[in-house]
């Protein structure tokens, strides 16, 4: 009998898993879209090298969002749609920093996938990834996030903050696909796997997605100012706060800083930690990100800085990232 009764219970448990799995399929699958990319070779009179990937649709109006990896150096663009359209789209916008780009297509009757809010994942939740694993459209894996706020470095050098760590399994061609919790909200963007290991993941989270959207649609690219400055967010002591007096639970680390960057121009340090730049007050490595918008490029501000007991107002000249 109490065989019998913890079989009873795996499979209830299992039901559950399944149900959940199959609710955010169903919720995001007519959004999701195949990519084909045709790059140029250096013989033109040779046929152009093809290359796949995924993306879905994030607005009605024909916008698909991608890796930009996915579609760098292409010549051409075609999407297939999950009801087996096929179009031609045009790159609207690509940020090599984010990995993330955008697509537009003509199309009628478009479902678009609705967007979660990544802050709120926990490791340990459930989440799902949907994507084009060699050409084998609608491939559905699924996982857990087994850590949030790793860096990862895309193509272009930079460091990718905040991504997503998951164990659903992507291969080559899921780059570009949504990765979906159990509601059927996109929380992530799939990204990467890391090679010859097993169970290696990534998402580029849609937090990080919506504020690089409206840029790619307005400019086709991100200006971002720049302090030269690798870092992470970090909580801080309870001791800390009081003795500084600050109202915030959290501040950015400083890592790294690269040589003549404008932050090591003004006398920043690896170890630092930054609480504010001018009137804003930094408790994550996103409020950072969100203050260095294109409009202080070329202006001055002052970091407030957290050095071992001190606090300092360092002034610095905003750059223009590259």
């Not at 001018?278 to 294109?294: F, G």
């Amino acid at each position: 009998m109490v065989s019998f009764a913890s079989n009873h219970l795996d499979d209830d448990v299992l039901d559950a898993y399944s149900r959940a799995v199959t609710r955010a399929v169903d919720a995001v699958a007519g959004t999701v879209v195949n990519i084909t990319v045709t790059h140029k070779r250096d013989d033109a009179r040779a046929p152009g090298a093809q290359a796949n990937g995924s993306g879905f649709v994030f607005a009605a109006d024909g916008l698909i969002l991608t890796n930009s990896h996915v579609v760098e150096g292409a010549s051409k663009v075609e999407v297939t749609l999950a009801d087996g359209r096929d179009c031609g789209a045009d790159v609207v916008g690509r940020d090599p920093d984010t990995d993330l780009a955008v697509l537009r297509i003509t199309a009628t009757d478009l479902v678009a996938a609705t967007l979660g809010d990544s802050r709120v994942l926990r490791p340990g939740q459930l989440v799902v990834a949907i994507g084009n694993p060699y050409g084998f459209q609608h491939t559905v894996t699924a996982g857990v996030v087994s850590a949030l706020g790793r860096s990862l470095r895309s193509r272009s050098g930079r460091l990718i903050e905040n991504v997503i760590q998951t164990d659903a399994a992507l291969n080559p061609g899921n780059s570009g696909g949504p990765l979906v919790a159990s509601d059927g909200r996109v929380v992530g963007v799939n990204t990467a796997i890391i090679a010859g290991s097993n169970g290696l993941s990534f998402a580029v989270p849609i937090a990080t997605a919506m504020l690089v959207v409206p840029a790619l649609l307005r400019d086709g690219r991100v200006r971002r100012g720049y302090l030269g400055i690798a870092g992470q967010s970090v909580p801080l002591l309870r001791r800390v706060t009081r003795f500084h007096r600050l109202a915030q639970v959290g501040a950015v680390l400083v890592t790294q800083v690269e040589k003549n960057a404008p932050a090591d121009l003004a006398g920043v340090r690896d170890g630092d930690l930054l609480v504010a730049l001018d009137e804003i007050v930094l408790e994550s490595l996103d409020d950072l990100h969100r203050a260095l918008t294109d409009d202080r490029i070329g202006t001055r501000a002052t970091l407030g800085v957290l050095r071992g007991t001190s606090r300092l107002d360092v002034s610095v000249n905003i750059g223009e990232r590259k």
